[in-house]
């Protein structure tokens, strides 16, 4: 099992920036692909951004494209999520997940093996 944390939510003005992370312990994430996702009061979680196992491949949600950036650092077991030109649509609850495939597709289709538990992001006008 992989447990998945994430940290760095908070409360923001439009147009700031925020940087989320996402750490994984009990084991290595290293072969696996991750994900961000995000829901907001009374919707559905919707896809964010996914990296693939060596950060080699990327996609995104059309809505965050060119302001998010999903990154990761094998070395510190870690996944990142610049959040920039922030807007208060993207106020939503992030949740960070992980896939044993190490390609994009399971966790884009909204599949992965594991999730994580969440960190608020609200952002103001």
């Known amino acids: 099992q992989v447990q998945l944390v994430e940290s760095g939510g908070g409360l923001v003005q439009a147009g700031g920036s925020l940087r989320l992370s996402c750490t994984a312990s009990?084991?290595?994430?290293?072969?696996?692909?991750m994900g961000w996702f995000r829901q907001a009061p009374g919707k559905e979680r919707d896809f964010v951004a996914a990296?693939?196992?060596?950060?080699?491949?990327?996609y995104y949600a059309d809505s965050v494209k060119g302001r998010f950036t999903i990154s990761r650092d094998n070395a510190r077991n870690t996944v990142y999520l610049q959040m920039n030109s922030l807007k208060p649509e993207d106020t939503a609850v992030y949740y960070c997940?992980?896939?044993?495939?190490?390609?994009?597709?399971?966790?884009?289709?909204?599949?992965?093996?594991?999730w994580g538990q969440g960190t608020q992001v609200t952002v103001f006008s």
């Open positions: 009990r084991r290595t994430i290293s072969s696996y692909a």
């Open positions: 990296i693939s196992w060596n950060g080699g491949s990327t």
């Open positions: 997940a992980a896939d044993t495939n190490p390609h994009l597709a399971p966790v884009v289709a909204g599949r992965p093996d594991y």
